[in-house]
């Protein structure tokens, strides 16, 4: 700990830099960054507080029932939830709970998380999937709270980066008690991190438990005007250097089907500008979400908002799932099977190995390589053979957590914690 303890010290000037710059660019208030040094209001009422953290939007989401559980169990319950980026605090905040606080997280430096600790109280510390932070789960657990990391996982690449620091990986993960991993390559490699094995909880992905909101029905019926499901796809949540590819799928797929129309679902909808770009100079008709424009008979439809994917999904008869054609590790394929599209993707899908090797074995979606093998894929594609894929990755995913994430809730909510019966006030003291 000590030496990552110096080195945050070190590139303290550079973070600080960072936020300034982003203040200044007005991507960020004062407000914001008081809040990641650990000011801002917490629940100051009685009762237990939990305190959740996700990355972003993606892990928020996915988070969403299990919290809403939580709360359902306890009616004492007070939830803090915070995130990295002003998206998921919007995100959260616009959930509306009133025994939910959403804001951003504190920094990882000790300062920074000894002045929300001392604030907030948390009798619980949960983390959804793998934004580890040092600071953040030693000095949680040394006030007496308990840390657990849920629906957890980590990649082979990050297991031998954190491997190299047996030290700071003792103190990491000696802090956790409980882990609920996503599969069993993860929960392997956080054993051999030093989770201790009683730690271990039933897996659980909690992306398989987000039942997403159907889109407005008075919406639906005026694009679904604009476009058939039979003739649509969707390429859902693209990344830079997916696009061209899926730009040339298209151009490929329409010879073979000449009425075929695409949603392109950038993940950043920041990024439609540069989007917009490529599909002009690939000579596409195409009309965007952003600007209010009418989809009309535009033959690819640029959908740069948030929250609207639900729509997207339901007007689509196959879907090819995004960062699977770079690393990036592959979105979730639960989204799609939900709304009974044809799932296609790519090769890099380490985010849901385990969900995507299912798909495999039953013949349950169309992996590609490239875009060209992505043009040829759907280019064959027929409205019986997407109905037959959407049917049956509906059977391989299971979209239901069943018994599993209550069960997940009453164990967390048991949790012993030193925290409860108060804690020595000198340990909430700022540490430099």
């Not at 951003?104 to 920074?112: E, G, Q, V």
């Not at 693209?238 to 695409?262: D, F, K, S, W, Y």
């Not at 899908?349 to 039953?362: D, K, S, V």
């Amino acid at each position: 700990m000590f030496l990552y303890r110096l080195l945050l010290t070190l590139l303290a000037p550079l973070i600080a830099g960072w936020f300034a710059l982003r203040i200044l660019q007005r991507k960020e208030t004062w407000a914001d960054l008081r809040e990641r040094l650990g000011h801002g209001a917490v629940p100051t009422e009685a009762g237990r507080t939990f305190w959740v953290h996700g990355a972003s939007n993606g892990e928020l989401t996915s988070a969403r029932r299990l919290i809403e559980t939580l709360l359902e169990r306890d009616a004492d319950l007070r939830i803090v939830v915070t995130a990295n980026s002003l998206t998921g605090r919007a995100l959260a905040t616009g959930w509306g709970h009133p025994r939910l606080t959403a804001r951003l997280a504190p920094l990882d430096f000790r300062f920074c998380l000894m002045r929300f600790l001392s604030q907030c109280r948390p009798e619980l510390l949960i983390l959804l999937e793998g934004d580890l932070w040092p600071n953040r789960l030693v000095l949680t657990a040394a006030r007496g709270a308990s840390v657990a990391m849920i629906s957890a996982r980590i990649s082979e690449k990050s297991a031998r980066h954190w491997s190299r620091r047996p030290r700071l990986c003792r103190a990491i993960f000696g802090a956790v008690s409980l882990l609920s991993a996503q599969d069993a390559a993860s929960e392997t490699r956080f054993l051999s991190l030093g989770l201790q094995p009683e730690a271990l909880a039933p897996r659980l992905t909690l992306k398989a438990t987000v039942t997403l909101p159907q889109p407005d029905p008075a919406l639906r019926a005026r694009y679904a005007r604009h476009f058939d499901r039979d003739a649509t796809w969707l390429a859902a949540s693209t990344h830079e250097g997916e696009e061209q590819q899926v730009i040339a799928a298209h151009l490929a797929a329409r010879a073979a089907r000449p009425g075929l129309r695409l949603i392109l679902a950038p993940r950043h909808p920041r990024r439609g500008p540069e989007v917009a770009a490529l599909l002009d100079s690939a000579g596409l008709d195409f009309a965007t979400r952003s600007k209010g424009e009418d989809p009309g008979d535009a033959e690819v439809y640029l959908a740069d908002t948030l929250g609207e994917m639900p729509l997207w999904y339901a007007l689509s008869g196959a879907c090819f799932v995004g960062a699977s054609l770079v690393p990036k590790g592959g979105h979730t394929p639960y989204e799609p099977a939900q709304f009974g599209c044809a799932i296609l993707h790519g090769t890099d899908l380490t985010n849901f190995a385990e969900q995507y090797a299912r798909l495999e074995e039953t013949h349950a979606a169309i992996q590609v390589t490239d875009g060209a093998s992505l043009g040829a894929a759907l280019g064959a594609l027929t409205p019986d053979r997407c109905r037959s894929l959407a049917a049956a990755a509906h059977d391989a995913l299971g979209l239901d957590a069943g018994p599993e994430l209550p069960t997940l809730c009453d164990r967390l909510l048991s949790l012993s914690s030193a925290h409860a019966s108060g804690v020595d006030d000198s340990r909430t003291q700022p540490v430099h």
